[in-house]
């Protein structure tokens, strides 16, 4: 199983970056994918996440500026970021099965190499 992240960058406050994870087919159909940042001396959080059938959570971080969507057909999974913040400085990873256990989200075993996220004027 591969994950592969692309679309990090160097931004100024308020612009905007798209991250795509493209999966392997054989776990894209089946699971939930998302994306996780960790920023420098923090610990990994999870920003995004979306089921296979589309259902979505966000951090509060990111509600209203983050948006998480998936292409089936493209078997590739995306994070549109608005209104970035230097707060959102981080390496993001995205990573699957994610799994939800009583109202909590747990990383699975697959991660993407981590892209690099640079908000800063």
């Known amino acids: 199983v591969q994950l592969q992240a692309y679309g990090g960058g160097l931004v100024q406050p308020g612009g905007s970056l798209r991250l795509s994870c493209a999966a392997s087919?054989?776990?894209?159909?089946?699971?939930?994918m998302g994306w996780y940042r960790r920023a420098p001396g923090k610990r990994s959080e999870l920003v995004a996440a979306?089921?296979?059938?589309?259902?979505?959570t966000y951090a509060d971080s990111g509600k209203g500026r983050f948006t998480i969507s998936r292409d089936n057909a493209k078997n590739t999974v995306y994070l549109q970021m608005n209104g970035l913040k230097p707060e959102d400085t981080a390496v993001y990873y995205c990573?699957?099965?994610?799994?939800?256990?009583?109202?909590?989200?747990?990383?699975?075993?697959?991660w993407g190499q981590g892209t690099q996220v640079t908000v800063s004027s």
């Open positions: 087919e054989n776990i894209f159909s089946v699971s939930t």
């Open positions: 990573n699957a099965p994610i799994r939800c256990l009583s109202g909590r989200y747990y990383s699975g075993d697959y």
């Open positions: 979306i089921t296979s059938s589309g259902f979505i």
